[in-house]
């Protein structure tokens, strides 16, 4: 007997930062009754599924009102009566009622909603955990743990170019044993950071915040704090170069603190990292429409990740582009930068076809959901940028993880 969808209600929340989202909740006629809420990015690429906002003076302009109301009253009654397993046909529903390119006449904070609480309660209908529901069981691969530790950026006042320092973890002999890592390493970086520099408070984001930082001071505390953890062996570090916010397409090259450089020069100094460092990972290392650089910086680092994020933004139609140019070699999944999870899934079957690796993303406006973290297990992620283990809503996707792990080898025994 199929279980279907009796009652859908969204509502306006708070999520990481402060600011409002869409949380729904759906009701199914065996009586279940769950809830799913949307993350919210800053940085964000124009090829994104589009955010519904109402403007005027509540939460400046921010309020999600309006996306409520289109959930309540435009997508509930279109997919009411629906079986609740079948999300390739409740996605498709949502995308023909908005009827968009980018989701932009629902917003995709409201079509994201129904579409992640589908899933929620498909799994829960068929007694299934989230991850196998929806990677099936070939869904038994943990992410390796992706950190941002230092930030820097247009949204930083530490004076960095680049947008997330990151350490990459790799090696480790359970999940469990890179959480208790990254927590380490995390607590010994302030610690060292505060006692040079001083720290700046930074309450949106809880990264270290530092003044007269650069890259090579960043690059060379973080090893030395791997060094004194005693994992220096199974640490890497990573960059999310933001490449968008540095672009100045007027003069086409890239704003840097000694001066405008071109893509050529960028090239260079992307190399020169890697061969001074243990860089692993380059996140949108040029501007999202830039395919050339990223085909040429993919063929000069074939041993290093070269990710889109918002190259790609878990487009499978964007990701198609990529791999016929190849440029980059690893997608990172967002399930918000698409709207919809059948979507996500497809991307992220693309890319594992095409032999790319996946990282799955937090966004910067989470909430306690802990979908993603099902996710990144589902599709099978080589990473996930989780953030600094710093904050409930992303302790509870590491706490997520770090249960799915005792689900998986409590199966195996």
């Given at each position: 007997m199929s279980v279907k969808i009796e009652q859908i209600y969204a509502r306006e929340i708070l999520n990481s930062r402060g600011k409002p989202t869409v949380e729904v909740e759906m009701t199914c006629t065996n009586g279940l009754t769950v809830a799913a809420s949307v993350p919210s990015g800053t940085s964000t690429g124009k090829y994104e599924a589009l955010e519904i906002y109402d403007g005027g003076s509540r939460y400046h302009g921010k309020g999600t009102r309006k996306a409520v109301e289109n959930v309540n009253q435009i997508l509930a009654p279109a997919v009411i009566g629906m079986d609740v397993t079948d999300q390739r046909k409740i996605d498709r529903r949502l995308i023909e009622l908005d009827g968009t390119k980018q989701k932009s006449r629902l917003g995709g904070n409201a079509i994201l909603g129904v579409s992640l609480v589908a899933a929620r309660a498909g799994a829960l209908a068929l007694g299934l955990p989230l991850y196998r529901y929806l990677g099936g069981l070939s869904a038994t691969r943990l992410p390796n743990v992706m950190s941002t530790v230092i930030s820097g950026g247009a949204f930083s006042p530490s004076g960095l170019e680049f947008e997330d320092y990151l350490y990459v973890l790799d090696g480790f002999s359970s999940f469990h044993?890179?959480?208790?890592?990254?927590?380490?390493?995390?607590?010994?970086l302030q610690k060292r950071c505060a006692e040079k520099y001083g720290v700046i408070a930074d309450f949106a984001n809880m990264q270290l915040l530092v003044t007269e930082f650069i890259k090579k001071e960043a690059f060379e505390t973080m090893l030395s704090v791997a060094r004194q953890v005693g994992c220096e062996k199974h640490v890497f570090l990573g960059l999310d170069v933001a490449a968008?916010?540095?672009?100045?397409?007027?003069?086409?090259c890239y704003n840097m603190k000694s001066g405008c450089m071109?893509?050529?020069?960028?090239?260079e100094y992307y190399q020169q990292l890697c061969r001074n460092y243990p860089l692993l990972y380059i996140e949108d290392a040029f501007h999202e429409d830039d395919w050339l650089h990223f085909s040429q910086l993919t063929s000069l680092l074939p041993e290093k990740q070269i990710v889109g994020d918002d190259l790609f933004a878990t487009n499978d139609e964007r990701l198609k582009m990529g791999i016929e140019k190849k440029a980059a070699n690893t997608l990172l999944l967002k399930v918000n930068q698409i709207g919809t999870v059948s979507e996500a899934l497809k991307t992220a079957a693309m890319a594992k076809n095409n032999r790319f690796e996946i990282t799955a993303s937090l966004r910067s406006g989470e909430t306690n959901d802990t979908f993603q973290a099902d996710l990144a297990v589902a599709v099978g992620a080589k990473q996930m940028k989780l953030g600094s283990p710093v904050r409930g809503e992303r302790n509870g996707k590491y706490n997520r993880l770090m249960r799915i792990e005792d689900d998986l080898m409590s199966a195996v025994i």
């Open positions: 044993d890179q959480v208790e890592a990254i927590s380490d390493m995390r607590a010994l968008n916010e540095l672009f100045d397409a007027q003069k086409s071109e893509a050529e020069r960028l090239i």
